[in-house]
């Protein structure tokens, strides 16, 4: 930054600081743009003032990655669930109607547990590559894992290969990051770019493109597995769209995708690490982790033995039927996205939307554990329509929590953290939906509801510090 630049917008600011200061009280910020690239931002604390100097970002629009990353991972997700129903049922026995749930089941489980246990040590070093300022990093790495596993998958399908193949897919994309470090990546580059005040809204809107990519790939995936030619076997074409629209998405990230880099200076600070604040901003980041890990075990787990369950009588869902069912879920996104904005209007705490999210998905999930027809599963569906509004909203208040030049190291915990839990709950969720098969089979639901209803008590504890916190700031002011 220019020297002249710096001192004069030293001398205007610090007259306002100090006005501010003397009438509003301490603990304040002040933000003042220099020109059309630089700004300073001026915040003070019992008249010591902390000068931060920083160059606005330009991000080139990350939503084409998002969009046709979630598309093709629509595609994988149905033809997976296909094959892997088609080829269990070859090999058990047509005398015990529950052996190949067992294998499925079992086959999942593995699967996923190496989907979480594998990107841990390779996410990290990309989170702290991402943090360093290379930020497309975190996002171009697991998409060549994914690439290459999802042609792995091409290959089964193709070649007729057993699906415990597809054991050696999540190694591939996990040490290449997997989704942690690519999901994270996203988060990052698209917190860096927008203000606090934005920040929710901004990363909700990310997540509905997701959504809406995952609604219009389910939709589609379940009559693509189901198109084949007398030289091309049933999900080939499925797969293939798969895998090319992967590629796109590396060659779009690698060569379109365009980052400015992040110029920090700050002075006088008093801070240390990655925390902003004070050592009450560490409770809120320790309460948020246990509401977010606690709120993520119900979800995943409820909806990986869901995937199952549909699969089974009453139900015994076809590939179109699958493709309609992972759509129902992916909507869900959109309905999440709406409602934010409605409660956000209306200006509704973010400590407030996440309980309301997170009511909405233990409702739901308790009433899928009675579904015996289509119709039902729908309508359990429908009550979850705000169950995506808990985790970016966490996500948001989290990186109001840490520095900025933290947030992908901060993502990176978060989502590993996911990850470890999930360890531990997959293959309890497994032994419980085999061991409750012939008696309750929907138990497992109630399990999640009964997790979900736990989570929110941490984030209540957020909203009422949170509200007193506002409260004495208002009274300070006044």
Not at 48 to 54: D, E, I, N, P
Not at 142 to 147: D, H, I, T
Not at 181 to 193: E, P
Not at 437 to 463: A, C, H, Q, Y
Request: charged share 15%; proline share 3%; with cysteine.
């Amino acid at each position: 930054m220019p020297t002249g630049l710096y001192e004069t917008s030293s001398a205007a600011i610090r007259l306002v600081v100090m006005s501010l200061n003397a009438n509003c009280g301490a603990n304040k910020a002040v933000v003042l743009s220099c020109d059309s690239n630089r700004a300073v931002m001026m915040s003070y604390a019992n008249k010591a003032v902390v000068k931060t100097f920083y160059t606005k970002r330009t991000v080139k629009h990350v939503e084409p990655v998002v969009f046709c990353a979630q598309m093709a991972s629509s595609f994988f997700d149905t033809g997976l669930q296909m094959v892997v129903k088609q080829q269990s049922k070859n090999v058990t026995r047509p005398s015990d109607p529950h052996e190949d749930q067992n294998a499925i089941a079992n086959f999942y489980m593995t699967f996923n547990m190496l989907t979480k246990f594998i990107p841990i040590l390779p996410a990290l070093i990309l989170a702290r590559f991402g943090d360093r300022g290379h930020r497309k990093v975190p996002i171009i790495v697991p998409l060549v894992g994914y690439s290459l596993s999802r042609a792995l998958f091409l290959l089964v399908i193709w070649l007729d290969w057993r699906i415990e193949v597809m054991y050696v897919a999540p190694v591939i994309h996990g040490l290449c990051g997997g989704f942690s470090s690519y999901w994270a990546g996203v988060m990052a580059l698209v917190s860096i770019s927008t203000s606090e005040e934005e920040r929710s809204l901004r990363i909700m809107r990310t997540e509905l493109v997701y959504g809406i990519a995952g609604f219009l790939g389910s939709l589609a995936s379940g009559h693509l597995f189901q198109l084949y030619t007398v030289g091309m076997k049933q999900g080939v074409l499925l797969a293939s769209m798969s895998v090319a629209l992967y590629i796109f998405c590396l060659l779009y990230a690698t060569c379109i995708l365009k980052v400015s880099q992040i110029t920090l200076e700050r002075r006088e600070s008093t801070s240390s690490g990655i925390i902003t604040h004070n050592g009450y901003d560490r409770t809120i980041i320790v309460l948020l982790f246990v509401s977010g890990i606690l709120y993520d075990v119900a979800v995943a787990g409820g909806v990986e033995i869901l995937s199952i369950y549909v699969l089974k009588a009453p139900l015994q869902w076809s590939a179109t039927e699958v493709g309609y069912g992972n759509a129902a879920g992916s909507l869900i996104f959109i309905t999440s996205f709406l409602g934010m904005k409605f409660f956000t209007r209306f200006a509704v705490s973010d400590a407030s939307m996440i309980m309301i999210g997170m009511v909405s998905f233990m409702t739901g999930i308790y009433f899928m554990t009675f579904v015996t027809t289509t119709a039902m599963y729908f309508l359990a569906r429908s009550i979850m329509l705000f169950a995506l509004i808990p985790m970016p909203t966490i996500r948001s208040l989290l990186s109001k929590q840490v520095r900025g030049t933290s947030y992908g190291m901060t993502f990176i915990c978060l989502q590993l953290s996911f990850r470890l839990a999930s360890l531990a709950t997959t293959p309890i969720y497994t032994k419980i939906y085999a061991s409750t098969l012939d008696t309750f089979p929907g138990f497992v639901f109630t399990l999640s509801s009964i997790i979900t209803f736990i989570s929110i008590i941490p984030i209540s504890v957020v909203g009422c510090h949170t509200a007193k916190q506002e409260n004495y700031e208002r009274i300070q002011g006044n």
